[in-house]
């Protein structure tokens, strides 16, 4: 079995990682999912500012004051999710699982979550995988984005793509 291809990038501002994030979002549709693994501060909400300016919501803080979970109302719902407050328990039990089904009232959409490692068992058979690293310079991030799943390697292939063009 050949191994997914990964991507690995590195950036060295908020600009350049919000870049990737907006060219990131440009392949994505109603039903993905972008699991974020990186310790605080490291730039996963940047990131996810990139993916939603993609779709036309320029914040420069992005809710900062949401706990759980927002819905942000671009062409298709974006829900961005945030673990780090969270047990394992919590998520389990909030029925967060909800948002990558869809069901009952959350709308199916687009699924970004940081913190995801927070709680492997509610990932998806198909996500895509970003683990930031804070590199010792001063801005600098290292950036991996790994595929599980053919959906995710599709995602990646866009990404691909789309950087290639820049
Ligand atoms: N290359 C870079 N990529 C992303 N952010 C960077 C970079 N260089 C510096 N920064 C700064 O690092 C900070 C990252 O904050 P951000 O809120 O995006 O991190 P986070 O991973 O979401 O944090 P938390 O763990 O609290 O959720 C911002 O202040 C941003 O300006
Ligand atoms: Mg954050």
Request: with cysteine.
């Amino acid at each position: 079995m050949t191994r997914p291809r990964r991507i690995k990038v590195r950036t060295s501002s908020a600009e350049e990682t919000k870049r990737l994030g907006r060219l990131l979002g440009g392949g994505l549709k109603i039903g993905d999912v972008v699991l974020f693994a990186a310790e605080l501060g490291a730039g996963k909400t940047t990131f996810v500012q990139g993916v939603v300016s993609r779709w036309g919501i320029h914040r420069e803080a992005l809710s900062p004051t949401f706990i759980l979970a927002e819905t942000i109302p671009a062409r298709v719902p974006i829900h961005h999710l945030d673990f780090y407050r969270l047990s394992k328990k919590e998520v389990l039990s909030a029925g967060l699982d909800d948002y990558l089904a869809g069901g009952g009232v959350i709308p199916k959409g687009v699924v970004l979550i940081e913190w995801a490692d927070r709680c492997p068992e509610i990932w998806p058979v198909d996500y895509l995988l970003v683990k930031i690293k804070i590199s010792n310079k001063k801005g600098e991030r290292e950036i991996e984005l790994i595929p599980h799943g053919p959906r995710a390697e599709k995602i990646l292939g866009l990404l691909r793509d789309s950087m290639r063009v820049r």
